[in-house]
């Protein structure tokens, strides 16, 4: 029964807001360090809160690299737009954007194919909702030569 | 001029005279929204939660009265701008049988919603949500989401997704604030009074 009442905010709640494109497979060098390139994707009418939104009490967007053979050294965000909700200013990323990681390749790490995981964090509204704080996976094909 | 002539010249007036006073207020008209009948209405399904000063609240505390039931979260931009609105019901109307009740769906908890309750000197009842009254209320994956409760404990209205206008909700507490119930008749317990954070007993 109670189901029933939200139908169509059930649908929309289920819509993912952000879509992140599966990244190229990057291949590395044992030792160095490498640069990947996270292309994201927020859907038309929606907005995520950025990396440093201005209240905290807002959920930043943060990417999170979990497993895998290379170590993470920096995450770097773009530009935040700033967007007026009501009567709060708020920092948030729209439309397309990427985020930046630097990874170090350790030298002793198995040559041959390889994943990385990671996890994107994120809270998005349109003009007159927001939705629950959610989260997508990333896996990342690794090459080491 | 003859009496015919003279009646519908007096009635032109009185039709003029009315017409003007409609016209030359400045004062906003609400129109009274349209409740379901009180026969197709559904109950609001049961819960019992906690407020912030650890009492146990249950919906049904708040039979003969109408609910305002608003689940909403610190970090939810759109349910920032209701509740100032929520705070002048609860002013505006709580003597004629309404009352506010804000569920928090913060998944930090009181951590988070005190300090929220007290920078924001909230004057309503809040309580903290969970997965259970979550689902009850149909996952609530959009905030705010709000029902308006009759005073038999049902759904009077559709839920509203999103912010909507004040002057909606306005009218939708003053149709239900009107309508005649058998709880507030026979003159039913009403809810235990609210305590505010740090409020003497």
């Known amino acids: 029964m109670a189901s029933s009442l939200l139908l169509p905010s059930c649908c929309l709640a289920q819509l993912n807001k952000i879509v992140v494109h599966p990244p190229d497979p990057l291949t590395v060098v044992r030792g160095a360090s490498v640069e990947q390139t996270l292309e994201l994707a927020v859907l038309p009418g929606f907005h995520v809160n950025s990396d440093k939104p201005k209240d905290e009490t807002l959920i930043p967007l943060k990417l999170t690299w979990t497993n895998g053979p290379l170590e993470t050294q920096s995450v770097s965000y773009p530009e935040a737009k700033e967007i007026k909700v009501g009567s709060q200013?708020?920092?948030?990323?729209?439309?397309?954007?990427?985020?930046?990681?630097?990874?170090?390749?350790?030298?002793?790490?198995?040559?041959?194919?390889?994943?990385?995981?990671?996890?994107?964090?994120?809270?998005?509204?349109?003009d007159t909702m927001c939705f629950r704080p959610s989260s997508v996976a990333v896996t990342l094909p690794v090459s080491v030569e | 001029m003859s009496l015919a002539q003279h009646k519908s010249r007096l009635l032109l007036l009185s039709l003029a005279a009315v017409a003007l006073v409609s016209c030359s207020g400045s004062k906003e008209t609400v129109k009274h929204a349209t409740a379901k009948a009180q026969e197709s209405r559904k109950a609001a399904p049961a819960f019992t939660l906690t407020d912030s000063n650890g009492s146990k609240v249950s919906l049904k505390d708040y039979r003969g009265k109408v609910v305002l039931l608003n689940f909403w979260a610190t970090w939810c931009g759109p349910c920032q701008v209701e509740i100032p609105w929520f705070q002048e019901f609860e002013q505006q109307y709580k003597s004629k049988g309404l009352e506010v009740v804000g569920v928090s769906m913060d998944e930090e908890g009181w951590q988070v919603v005190k300090p929220y309750i007290t920078s924001h000197k909230l004057n309503y009842r809040i309580l903290l949500g969970d997965d259970s009254v979550s689902q009850l209320y149909g996952g609530l994956d959009a905030l705010p989401t709000t029902f308006l409760i009759d005073r038999e404990g049902k759904f009077a209205?559709?839920?509203?997704?999103?912010?909507?206008?004040?002057?909606?909700?306005?009218?939708?507490?003053?149709?239900?604030?009107?309508?005649?119930?058998?709880?507030?008749?026979?003159?039913?317990?009403?809810?235990?009074?609210?305590?505010?954070?740090?409020?003497?007993q």
């Open chain 1, 89 to 126: 200013q708020v920092m948030v990323f729209t439309g397309k954007f990427q985020i930046q990681t630097k990874f170090h390749v350790p030298a002793g790490i198995a040559k041959g194919s390889s994943t990385m995981t990671g996890k994107l964090h994120y809270q998005a509204c349109n």
């Open chain 2, 157 to 200: 209205f559709p839920p509203h997704v999103g912010l909507i206008g004040k002057n909606q909700y306005a009218s939708e507490i003053q149709s239900l604030l009107e309508e005649k119930s058998e709880s507030a008749a026979l003159g039913l317990q009403s809810a235990p009074a609210i305590l505010l954070p740090g409020a003497a």
